[in-house]
């Protein structure tokens, strides 16, 4: 089992940043990779950026260079820096961790990009 929290969420204005966080506990060094997802109302969840085990790092086309997945494995923490943020960036972010295949999930945070 793992738990993941996230934090980091809010109100910003276009062109404005964030950084996500999300603390995992429980069966850590069985996760195979971790990443951000993330679910606008009215949308299917999408994913924004993957990051495995090796180091591995995966992003979505419509993050076009503006967002950076990283992991400090000391504090077993992800974050997602989030730059140049647009209206349509607007969503609840969800933490994942994959464990022999499952999915755990973070409770979710929102952010929204409005002026």
């Known amino acids: 089992q793992v738990q993941l929290v996230d934090s980091g969420g809010g109100l910003v204005q276009p062109g404005g940043s964030l950084r996500l966080s999300c603390a995992a506990s429980?069966?850590?060094?069985?996760?195979?990779?971790m990443g951000w997802y993330r679910q606008a109302p009215g949308k299917q969840r999408e994913l924004v950026a993957t990051?495995?085990?090796?180091?591995?790092?995966n992003y979505a086309g419509f993050v076009e260079g503006r967002f950076r997945i990283s992991i400090d494995n000391d504090k077993n923490t992800v974050y997602l820096q989030m730059n140049s943020l647009k209206p349509e960036d607007t969503a609840v972010y969800y933490c994942?961790?994959?464990?022999?295949?499952?999915?755990?999930w973070g409770q979710g945070t929102q952010v929204t990009v409005s002026s």
């Open positions: 429980g069966s850590i060094g069985r996760i195979s990779d």
């Open positions: 994942n961790a994959r464990l022999f295949g499952i999915d755990f």
């Open positions: 990051i495995t085990r090796g180091d591995s790092i």
